[in-house]
């Protein structure tokens, strides 16, 4: 394919995988693609090399060679990035496109979800936050990072049920089959569960999201406490913009849709499917269609701390 108009790139960088899309002016899909995660947590370099990864393959979709990249303008959802020292690291990326703006991945599925109108959403995935637009104003809730944070999130289910395996191998504890599954997975030494937390990431932990969902659904009564628990948890952010005038609410990320239907019946009443994903909220962006949202947490403006500049952007 033979483009000599400007090209849009929007990215949806996660904790368990980067999602890449082209588009041309006037909005048809050129190529997609998809990587390893792209999240500041695995480090910069290796967050970046997942971005380049997806683009790249999204741009051989589209016929588009590398110099191609000079007339495309990126927008780039980034989970960490409100990490201390990210935006000084992006910094130091050299980039080959003609623009780039970097926003967080959950500010990036907010304006997707609403199509940069008010609302608000909860990411319910690998890790968690809950992300509002109103009157121009950003709220960020909550997401500052597994394992002090993320509540509700894939990996606090992980992290949760792990726990409980090595209680129920001391006896300390019921043994369900959902925690004989689950020691299964260390060959029943909690030694070797040990060994693996000592190198495991959040991914690694919500990679049992899957197995305590599914043996909650079959009864499991550990399963079903640690999954009401982390409903719980996101019903609490769900409520928190309600109370702020917020009333447009989505549930995003990986565990959307299985969790929904343990919040209560309140709550799942007022949900609305999301417009779009974070990528198309990303593109919005790169088309220069939306202004930067004010960043306001706690109800104060503009507060300078690590994890408000997740909102950040550079052109």
Same mark, same amino acid.
Request: with cysteine; aromatic share 6%.
């Given at each position: 394919?033979? &483009?000599?108009? &400007?090209?849009?790139?929007?990215?949806?960088?996660?904790?368990?995988?980067?999602?890449?899309?082209?588009?041309?002016? !006037?909005?048809?899909?050129?190529?997609?693609?998809?990587?390893?995660?792209?999240?500041?947590?695995?480090?910069?370099?290796? @967050?970046?090399?997942?971005?380049?990864?997806?683009?790249? +393959?999204?741009?051989?979709?589209? %016929?588009?060679?590398?110099?191609?990249?000079?007339?495309?303008?990126?927008?780039?959802?980034?989970?960490?990035?409100?990490?201390? #020292?990210?935006?000084?690291?992006?910094?130091?990326?050299?980039?080959?496109?003609?623009?780039?703006?970097?926003?967080?991945?959950?500010?990036?599925?907010?304006?997707?979800?609403?199509? %940069?109108?008010?609302?608000?959403?909860?990411?319910?995935?690998?890790?968690?936050?809950?992300?509002?637009?109103?009157?121009?104003?950003?709220?960020?809730?909550?997401?500052?990072?597994? =394992?002090?944070?993320?509540?509700?999130?894939? @990996?606090?289910?992980?992290?949760?049920?792990?726990?409980?395996?090595?209680?129920?191998?001391?006896?300390?504890?019921?043994?369900?089959?959902?925690?004989?599954?689950?020691? %299964?997975?260390?060959?029943?030494?909690?030694?070797?569960?040990? @060994?693996?937390?000592?190198?495991?990431?959040?991914?690694?932990?919500?990679?049992?999201?899957?197995?305590?969902?599914?043996?909650? !659904?079959?009864?499991?009564?550990?399963?079903?406490?640690?999954?009401?628990? +982390?409903?719980?948890?996101?019903?609490?952010?769900?409520?928190?913009?309600?109370?702020? #005038?917020?009333?447009?609410?989505?549930?995003?990320?990986?565990?959307?849709?299985?969790? &929904?239907?343990?919040?209560?019946?309140?709550?799942?009443?007022?949900?609305?499917? =999301?417009? +779009?994903?974070?990528?198309?909220?990303?593109?919005?962006?790169?088309?220069?269609?939306?202004?930067?949202?004010?960043?306001?947490?706690?109800?104060?403006?503009?507060?300078?701390?690590?994890?408000?500049?997740?909102?950040?952007?550079?052109?």
């Amino acid at each position: 394919m033979v &483009t000599k108009g &400007t090209t849009y790139l929007g990215i949806d960088g996660g904790g368990t995988r980067c999602r890449a899309r082209i588009e041309d002016e !006037n909005g048809r899909v050129l190529g997609t693609a998809s990587s390893g995660p792209a999240t500041t947590r695995i480090g910069f370099e290796k @967050a970046w090399r997942s971005i380049m990864e997806a683009t790249e +393959a999204a741009a051989a979709q589209a %016929g588009l060679a590398r110099e191609d990249f000079a007339q495309m303008r990126a927008g780039i959802g980034l989970a960490g990035l409100g990490r201390r #020292g990210a935006e000084a690291a992006l910094n130091t990326i050299a980039h080959p496109f003609a623009s780039v703006i970097f926003i967080s991945d959950g500010l990036a599925a907010c304006l997707g979800a609403h199509s %940069g109108a008010d609302g608000a959403i909860v990411v319910a995935g690998t890790g968690s936050v809950g992300v509002g637009l109103i009157d121009g104003r950003e709220i960020r809730i909550a997401g500052y990072g597994f =394992p002090v944070s993320d509540e509700g999130s894939g @990996a606090d289910i992980g992290l949760q049920v792990v726990r409980l395996a090595l209680r129920a191998a001391d006896r300390r504890g019921e043994l369900t089959p959902l925690l004989s599954e689950v020691l %299964g997975a260390f060959d029943h030494d909690p030694y070797q569960a040990v @060994a693996w937390s000592e190198e495991a990431r959040a991914t690694d932990y919500a990679a049992f999201a899957p197995i305590v969902m599914r043996h909650a !659904n079959q009864g499991d009564p550990v399963g079903r406490r640690i999954v009401e628990r +982390a409903a719980d948890a996101i019903g609490d952010l769900l409520d928190l913009f309600l109370a702020k #005038g917020i009333d447009r609410l989505s549930l995003v990320g990986g565990l959307a849709e299985v969790m &929904t239907p343990w919040l209560t019946p309140d709550l799942r009443a007022r949900l609305r499917p =999301p417009d +779009a994903d974070a990528a198309a909220g990303a593109l919005l962006l790169a088309r220069g269609r939306l202004d930067l949202p004010k960043r306001e947490m706690d109800g104060e403006m503009d507060r300078e701390t690590d994890h408000e500049q997740a909102s950040k952007f550079r052109v």
